[in-house]
């Protein structure tokens, strides 16, 4: 089992930047794929960006390519998302997630976390 808890949400101006992070505990010995998924009032749960045990692989949503960015300190057991240009569209809860390979589909993604919500403002 896999724990995971996220922080760092808020309410920030469009333009603006913030930095989540997600905390796992538990079975982290393993190596396991990290990603990050949103889900929008009234929309479903949306793929953001992955990150592969080892840092080196990384994909992105297009909605969020340029502006996002994952990162992992496997040492801390630590996920980052760094989200700078936010948009009013980036408004969501922001969850994350461990999956035992390397992929972007949510429905294989093991644990999840309990979300942090992110609010643009325009």
């Known amino acids: 089992q896999v724990q995971l808890v996220e922080s760092g949400g808020g309410l920030v101006q469009a333009g603006g930047s913030l930095r989540l992070s997600c905390a796992a505990s538990?079975?982290?010995?393993?190596?396991?794929?990290m990603g990050w998924f949103r889900q929008a009032p009234g929309k479903e749960r949306e793929f953001v960006a992955t990150i592969s045990w080892s840092g080196i692989g990384t994909n992105y949503a297009d909605s969020v390519k340029g502006r996002f960015t994952i990162s992992r300190d496997n040492a801390k057991n630590t996920l980052y998302l760094q989200m700078n240009s936010l948009k009013p569209e980036d408004t969501a809860v922001y969850y994350c997630?461990?999956?035992?390979?390397?992929?972007?589909?949510?429905?294989?993604?093991?644990?999840w976390g309990q979300g942090t919500q992110v609010t643009v403002s325009s």
């Open positions: 538990g079975r982290t010995s393993s190596r396991y794929t």
């Open positions: 997630a461990a999956a035992g390979g390397y992929t972007r589909l949510s429905s294989e993604y093991e644990y």
